[in-house]
């Protein structure tokens, strides 16, 4: 079974300031990987995913994420924050099962970023 | 506007009301979810259906109870809450490609339904 883990629960940062979410994930077999952003009062949105080639990966917003499969990671950055870029982010695995049975979305339990003035 | 939407988006009911949330999409999908989000933990998906077929329950209680009538609409029947139920319940809907395998295929999310039980 796979897992995610993301390390900060609350992340703030000022401003037009650079910011990484860091997402850690296990899983003993190939992975595909999402970032999804929640602002307040809406559903989920995906921001990016990664699926193959490419390790770097560009999403809405100026976002980007660099799969890192050595260091089973999946760190979502931006440059520069803005206000409007307050909300949670949520990293989400899906993986192969064991027998080759299709296997759903594996949710991190997110990390609220807050962009101060 | 992600073309997924839940009614009612607030609920308050106590431990012997019978009531149901609605999700429908309008996207073409044929796949739809529903998950739970209680505050500071992951969300936990609860049931998966495929062409209106269930294909997943994570063991859910059953006190949940699940419709899907066609692959636009999306119930979920509530009955005999416990107030731990309390939290935002998301639909969510995707268009299954391939042999499935993978669930490479983006998810698309309501607003969600956010459930008090007194």
């Known amino acids: 079974a796979q897992s995610v883990t993301q390390l900060d629960s609350q992340v703030p940062v000022f401003e037009e300031a650079p910011v990484e979410l860091r997402c850690n994930y296990s899983s003993s077999v190939s992975v595909y990987l999402f970032w999804y952003v929640q602002y307040p009062n809406q559903g989920l949105q995906l921001l990016l995913k990664y699926l193959s080639g490419s390790t770097l990966v560009k999403g809405i917003n100026g976002f980007e994420a660099e799969f890192n499969k050595s260091q089973t990671s999946f760190h979502l950055r931006k440059p520069s924050v803005h206000i409007s870029d307050t909300a949670e982010y949520f990293c989400a695995v899906s993986a192969e099962g064991p027998s080759g049975s299709a296997r759903q979305l594996t949710f991190g339990s997110g990390t609220q970023l807050t962009v101060l003035p | 506007e992600t073309g997924v939407t839940q009614t009612p988006r607030h609920l308050v009911m106590g431990m012997t009301n019978k009531k149901s949330l609605k999700c429908e999409q309008h996207?073409?999908?044929?796949?739809m979810y529903w998950y739970k989000q209680s505050a500071k933990k992951p969300l936990e998906l609860m049931f998966v259906y495929n062409f209106k077929e269930q294909t997943e329950n994570n063991s859910v209680p059953s006190r949940f109870s699940p419709e899907c009538p066609n692959s636009s609409h999306l119930f979920l029947h509530l009955h005999t809450l416990q107030p731990e139920d309390s939290a935002l319940y998301l639909c969510?809907?995707?268009?299954?490609?391939?042999?499935?395998?993978?669930?490479?295929?983006?998810?698309?999310f309501g607003p969600g339904t956010r459930l008090t039980v007194l």
């Open positions: 969510a809907s995707t268009l299954r490609t391939g042999t499935g395998k993978f669930s490479t295929d983006t998810q698309y």
């Open positions: 996207l073409g999908h044929n796949a």
